[in-house]
C-alpha cells in the first residue's frame, strides 16, 4: 500500500487507527501535542474494547498485567428507588453471584473488563502504535489543515514553535473535543439538551460495593443535582466525579456536600493533590456530533468525530472501536478496493453515526422522566435485531458493552481478510462468498 496516512492525536481513538494501519503495512505519522503519558479523565473500560485490542494486537496480556482493577460490570443508585442495581457483563455471574466471595469471583471464568488509569493506558497504545511501525511524533501540535482545490492534503504543524508542513493522502482526525477538521469545515453540532460539565477527583482508601464485587464494579449514583461516578482505577485509588448541568467549576464545599450525600464509601478516603496542588479537575461533557465525518482527504474518529453523554461509560470504547473500524475502512479503500472508495468511507461513517444515535437515544432516555429500571433494559432492547438476545436485560448489556458494534466490525475485518487472501490465490471472492451463502441457505 502506497498511501500515506496522518493521524492528528495519539490519544486512544488514533494511536488505534495508526496501530491497525501500521501493523497492515501502511505508511503512518500521528502528532500528538502532548507527551504520554499524561493526565486524561474515561477510566471506564469496556470488555468489547479490551477483545479488540487483543484480537488485533495481543495486548490483552498486557493490560491484564498492568495491575488495573477488574470491572465485572456496573452498579447504579437510580431509578425509582435508592436500592442499587447491577448490571453485569457474564451471564452466569448473575447466578452464581449469591454464592461467591471476592477470591472465587477472580478465580472464576467471568468475563470482566477493567477500570484503567488513562496516563499509562493511552501511553501503552501509542507505543503499540509505533512499535507496529508508525511515525509517532510527540509535542507537536496540529494547527491547521492544508488544502488543495477543495481536498485535505495535510496539517500544518507547531514543532517548537518552527511551523511545518506535514502533507498525506489521508488525513484522519483524532484531535479529541478540539474537532479541529470538524470546526474547519463548521460541522460541529452540540446537542442542547445533553450539555454537561464534570468536577472529579482522585481519592485513596475508599471503600467498594458491599459483597464480593468490591471494587470490581463502578458506581453511578444520582444526586439532586445530577449524578456520581465512582471507578476504582487502582487497588487503592478511585475516580470519583459529579456531573452537573452548570456551566462553571465547582467549588470544594459543594463537591464535598455532594458526595457526603451520596452514600458513596469515602468515609475514610483521602483526596489526591491533582496539578498545581488542587485536588479537583474539571472537564466539559457536551454531548456533540457533525453533519459529515468523511470527507474528501479526512475522516473524523472518537470523541473528534461525536461525543456521547458519559452516563453510559462509552467513551474510550466509541474511541478504540471507531479506530478499528476507521482502520478497515482506509486500509479496504486505500488498498484492493480502490473503486469502491467513496461507499466504503461511506459505511464507516453510517456505522459510526448509528452507534452514536443509538447511545444518544439511550441517554435521552435515562435523563428522561421515566424511572422505572426495567425501562432502561426495554428501551436498549428496542436497538438490538431481533432474536439477538434473550431478554431485555442482555440487551442493555450487548449495547452498552459495546459489543453489537464490535461483533459488526469483527465481521467486516474477517470478510476484508478472506477477500485478500482469495485475491492472493487468484481466486473470485465474491464467487465464493455467494456460494457459502447459498450453501447456508440450503441448510
Known sequence: MTARFLVLGGGPAGATTAAMLARHG??????ERTRMPRHHVGESLQP??????????????????????????????????????????????ETDLP?????????????????????????????EAAR?????????????????????????????????????????????????????FGLTRTVPDLRATATYAWFDGAGGFPGPLGRHVQWIVTVPDGWIWFIPIGPDRTSVGIVTRDRSRMDEARF??????????????RAVPGEGGGRLRFARDWSFSHTS????????????????????????????????QAALALLRAYGEERADRASLLATYEADVASDYKAYLRLARY???????????????????????????????VYLTTGKL???????????????????????????????????????
Not at 468475563?111 to 488509569?117: D, G, R, T, W
Not at 421515566?370 to 432474536?387: D, K, L, Q, T
Open 26 to 31: 501502511a505508511a503512518v505519522t500521528v502528532v
Open 256 to 269: 464535598d456536600a455532594l458526595l457526603a450525600s451520596s452514600g458513596l464509601p469515602l468515609e475514610h478516603a
Open 405 to 443: 458494534a464490535a461483533d459488526r466490525h469483527v465481521r467486516l475485518f474477517q470478510d476484508w481478510q478472506e477477500r485478500k487472501m482469495f485475491r492472493a490465490l487468484g481466486v473470485d471472492a465474491d464467487a465464493v462468498q455467494r456460494a457459502a451463502r447459498a450453501a447456508r441457505q440450503e441448510g
Open 293 to 324: 465525518l468523511t470527507g474528501d482527504g479526512w475522516m473524523l474518529v472518537g470523541d473528534a468525530a461525536a461525543f456521547v453523554d458519559p452516563i453510559l461509560s462509552g467513551g474510550v470504547d466509541f474511541a478504540i472501536r471507531g479506530g478499528c
Open 132 to 184: 507496529l511501525g508508525a511515525d509517532v511524533r510527540e509535542d507537536v501540535e496540529a494547527e491547521s489543515l492544508i488544502e488543495e482545490d477543495g481536498r485535505v492534503v495535510g496539517a500544518r504543524i507547531l514543532v517548537d514553535g518552527v511551523r511545518e508542513d506535514l502533507r498525506a493522502d489521508f488525513v484522519v482526525d483524532a484531535s479529541g473535543q478540539r474537532c479541529l477538521v470538524g470546526r474547519h
Open 366 to 396: 435515562w435523563y428522561g422522566n421515566n424511572r422505572s429500571v426495567e425501562g432502561f433494559f426495554w428501551e436498549a432492547h428496542r436497538e438490538i435485531p431481533p432474536h439477538a438476545v434473550s431478554t431485555p436485560y442482555r440487551a442493555f
Open 99 to 127: 454464592g461467591l466471595d471476592e477470591a472465587a469471583l477472580l478465580a472464576g471464568p467471568y468475563e470482566h473488563s477493567f477500570n484503567v488509569e488513562r496516563a499509562p493506558f493511552d501511553h501503552l497504545l501509542l507505543q
Open 48 to 93: 468489547a474494547s479490551l477483545s479488540l485490542l487483543d484480537r488485533h494486537f495481543g495486548l490483552g496480556p498486557t493490560i491484564a498485567g498492568m495491575g488495573f482493577p477488574r470491572k465485572y460490570g456496573a452498579a447504579y443508585v437510580w431509578g425509582e428507588t435508592r436500592d442499587p442495581w447491577t448490571v453485569l457483563f457474564d451471564a452466569q455471574l
